[in-house]
Each structure stands twice: as C-alpha cells, then as structure tokens.
C-alpha cells in the first residue's frame, strides 16, 4: 500500500489539528494502520493505531485524551485528530500500515508500509 501523508503545519500550543493518510494499491479495509511522530534526535514514537475495522483503537499514554485516530474504509483514508496541542508534538508524523495483524500494534518494527511523513510544529 502507498500512503501519503497531509495536514501538518505550524499551530500554536492549545490549538487543534487534524492529519490524514490517503492510502492505495491494497485493499484498504484489510490493513491495520499506526501513527508514528519522529522529532529532531529522538527515535520514532508510536502514537496511535486502529484495527481493520476502526473499532479498536490504542494510544500512547503521552497523548491519550487529546488525540482520536480514526479511518473511512470508503474513502481509504485514516486520520489522526490531534487536539490541546504541546510544543512536546512538535515532530514529523508518519503513517503507517500493518498488514499482518488485525490488533493495532504499537511496535514499529510490526508496520509494512510507510509515508514520506508531515512536519508538524507547535510553538509555545
């Protein structure tokens, strides 16, 4: 699956965004998908993830309550609803797709597929 990434800009802390990831080239239903943030000399962190279906999710405890994944298996796309924003999000946010296992995972080494990643920056 190709998956592209869009969304990320620079917002104020507080504020809300929401990022999504248009997906092709599988069918789309039959993947569970992830998000991943990278910030500058740290390692990629797991975020969020959803099952094939959009009905089990699973979050990081640094943003559980603030953001909601979510996914339209008609529309072959999953987005990541980030809201009361910190300086501390301030990273490159990676979609991700897991084509083995219904259960969303956390581990990024479970993830087949990636984006190319979108810049996300909240300032103080």
């Known amino acids: 699956v190709q998956l592209v990434e869009s969304g990320g800009r620079l917002v104020q802390a507080g504020d809300s965004l929401r990022l999504s990831c248009a997906a092709s080239?599988?069918?789309?239903?039959?993947?569970?998908m992830g998000w991943f943030r990278q910030a500058p000399g740290k390692e990629r962190e797991f975020v969020a993830a959803v099952s094939r279906s959009g009905a089990r999710t699973y979050y990081s405890d640094s943003v559980k309550g603030r953001f909601t994944i979510s996914r339209d298996n008609v529309k072959n796309t999953v987005y990541l609803q980030m809201n009361s924003l910190k300086p501390e999000d301030t990273a490159v946010y990676y979609c991700a797709a897991d084509y083995d296992s219904d259960f969303p995972r956390m581990a990024y080494y479970n993830y087949d597929a990636w984006g190319q990643g979108t810049q996300v920056t909240v300032s103080s």
């Open positions: 080239g599988r069918t789309f239903s039959m993947v569970a």
